[in-house]
Nanobody
Framework: QVQLAESGGGLVQAGGSLRLSCTSS????????MGWFRQAPGKEREFVSTISLWGAGTTNYADSLKGRFAISRENGKNTVYLQMNSLKPEDTAVYYC????????????????WGQGTQVTVSS
């Protein structure tokens, strides 16, 4: 049994920053991939970023978010962060943490574990 829990969402003005956290419980994610996805009302869940919890911690980002968002890990605490800078109103969405047993892809359907989501709202 694996549980993921996100935190750190909230309301922020355009141009501001937030840091989201995702902590796992149950099984460890020592050799797993973890990432962030987001879903706005009426839209499908979309890829934000992933990081490998093994080796060098290879990161991947949606092209449109590269340079503004940064993912990082703390393996010893089973925690992954998403630093969100220069936020825009179009970043408003529910942000989900996800885990994957093998590989580190970009498709929501391939991830095995999901958190409950945390709301990020960016005002203009």
């Amino acid at each position: 049994q694996v549980q993921l829990a996100e935190s750190g969402g909230g309301l922020v003005q355009a141009g501001g920053s937030l840091r989201l956290s995702c902590t796992s419980s149950g099984r460890t994610f020592r050799n797993y991939c973890m990432g962030w996805f987001r879903q706005a009302p009426g839209k499908e869940r979309e890829f934000v970023s992933t990081i490998s919890l093994w080796g060098a911690g290879t990161t991947n980002y949606a092209d449109s978010l590269k340079g503004r968002f940064a993912i990082s890990r703390e393996n010893g605490k089973n925690t992954v962060y998403l630093q969100m800078n220069s936020l825009k109103p179009e970043d408003t969405a529910v942000y989900y943490c996800a885990g994957k047993a093998s590989g580190c892809g970009r498709f929501p359907a391939t991830f095995d574990y999901w958190g409950q989501g945390t709301q990020v709202t960016v005002s203009s």
